[in-house]
Every structure is written in C-alpha cells, then in structure tokens.
C-alpha cells in the first residue's frame, strides 16, 4: 500500500505559510509557539490569520498549484481551511470518513502539514480497497466506532510528508490518527474541493 502518487510538492517561495504565520503571530519559533501554548488558543490565533489578506493570497496560490498538478479545470474549495494540532502524548482525531458526514464521494481532500510528519505524529490513510472492506463490515455488522477505529488502524498507513508537500485523497477513505508517541508535535490544515457539476452530497455548496 503506497500513496506516493497522492503526494506533491509545492512551491515555498511562493506559497510559504509558515513565514506568514511567524509574522502575524509575531513570533521567530513556531514549534516553541505550539509546544507551549494550549490548543484553544492556539487555533483562535491561527484562524485569525487564516482570515487575513496575506494568508488568503498564499492559500490561493496553492490553489493554482493543486489546479495544475490534479489537472483540474473549474472547481469549488473550501473558503477556510480547517486546522489540526497533534501534539506530543495525544491524538488528533477518531477515524472516519466524510461520507458520515453528509460530503459527496467525489468531493477531494488536501492535507498540508505545516510542520514534517513522522509514522507517530501523521494522518493514517486507509486505501480503496480496505476502506470497502471496512464499510462493508460496518454496515453489515453494525460495528461501533470503536470497533471501526480499531480495523481502520489496522488496515491504515501513515502518510509521510514533510512541509511544502501536500496530500490528496477521496473524501470517502477512512482516515484518522494514533497517538502521537514521537518527540514532536504537528500542525496541519486540511480542506476539500469539488469539481464543478460534481454532487456535493448533502452538503450545500457553501459547506
């Protein structure tokens, strides 16, 4: 199971995250900053410049990045990013896959990591196949989440990427997190995008 076709890379002279972050934040060590900040002030701060002109203009430009490199034409994405901490001793989120939540199943996402990823502090991806299998196994057997995270992470890989790459995956493949056991804590932001005409599921297109 390889997702190295999912994974490319970006232009950091062009669309250097970090160093806007640094400068609205106004400080010189961004893993310092996470490491001892608590997490709810950490996402205020960083969805406050998330909301500014330079950070939009960045983001932007990675859009025309990822239209070139998906070979897309006209398309949707979502209007601000949605960020995630994983830090030191924790995990991040449950598995699940966005079906659950009402997104259509070609709605795509893209996961940045604004910080390098190791096998302990990365997403895990299921692929196409396993991820038919667990969706099987949960709708015929009814299977709790508990009992689905545990057959995701069995199935599942990490994807790892370092800063100034990103990854690309099918709404509908189940992906989640461990716990992080490495020695460095990781920060990412993901969103999703659609081909225009394409279903957006039950979700409306402004979601």
Same mark, same amino acid.
């Given at each position: 199971?390889?997702?190295?076709k999912?994974?490319?890379?970006?232009?950091?002279?062009?669309?250097n995250?970090l160093?806007?972050?640094?400068?609205?934040?106004r400080?010189?060590?961004?893993?310092?900053?996470?490491?001892?900040?608590?997490?709810?002030?950490?996402?205020?701060?960083?969805?406050?410049?998330?909301?500014?002109?330079?950070?939009?203009?960045?983001?932007l430009?990675?859009?025309?990045?990822i #239209?070139?490199? @998906?070979?897309?034409? *006209?398309?949707?994405?979502q &209007?601000?990013?949605?960020?995630? =901490?994983? %830090?030191? +001793?924790?995990k991040?989120?449950?598995?699940?896959n966005?079906?659950?939540y009402?997104?259509?199943?070609?709605?795509?996402?893209?996961?940045?990591?604004?910080?390098?990823?190791?096998?302990?502090?990365s997403?895990l991806?299921?692929?196409?196949?396993?991820?038919?299998?667990i969706?099987?196994?949960?709708?015929?057997? #009814?299977?709790? @989440?508990?009992?689905? *995270?545990?057959?995701?992470? &069995?199935?599942?890989?990490?994807? =790892?990427? %370092?800063? +100034?790459?990103?990854l690309?995956?099918?709404?509908?493949?189940?992906?989640?997190?461990?716990?992080?056991?490495?020695?460095?804590?990781?920060?990412?932001?993901?969103?999703?995008?659609?081909k225009?005409?394409?279903?957006?599921?039950?979700?409306?297109?402004?979601?």
């Open positions: 199971m390889s997702f190295e999912n994974i490319h890379n970006f232009d950091l002279r062009n669309i995250f160093n806007d972050l640094k400068k609205n934040l400080i010189k060590d961004f893993h310092s900053f996470i490491q001892n900040t608590n997490n709810q002030d950490i996402y205020e701060q960083l969805y406050k410049v998330a909301n500014n002109k330079s950070f939009n203009k960045i983001y430009n990675l859009l025309t990045e #239209k070139k490199k @998906l070979k897309l034409k *006209n398309f949707y994405f &209007k601000i990013p949605s960020f995630r =901490i994983h %830090k030191k +001793g924790f991040s989120v449950n598995f699940h966005d079906i659950w009402g997104h259509g199943e070609n709605v795509v996402n893209i996961w940045v990591p604004l910080t390098n990823t190791n096998k302990f502090n997403l991806l299921v692929d196409d196949d396993k991820t038919n299998l969706d099987k196994k949960f709708k015929k057997n #009814k299977l709790s @989440l508990f009992e689905v *995270n545990k057959l995701a992470l &069995k199935y599942s890989k990490p994807v =790892i990427i %370092k800063y +100034g790459q990103f690309h995956f099918n709404t509908r493949q189940f992906h989640g997190t461990s716990s992080n056991k490495s020695n460095e804590n990781r920060v990412s932001f993901d969103f999703r995008i659609l225009k005409n394409d279903d957006p599921g039950t979700k409306s297109y402004d979601d």
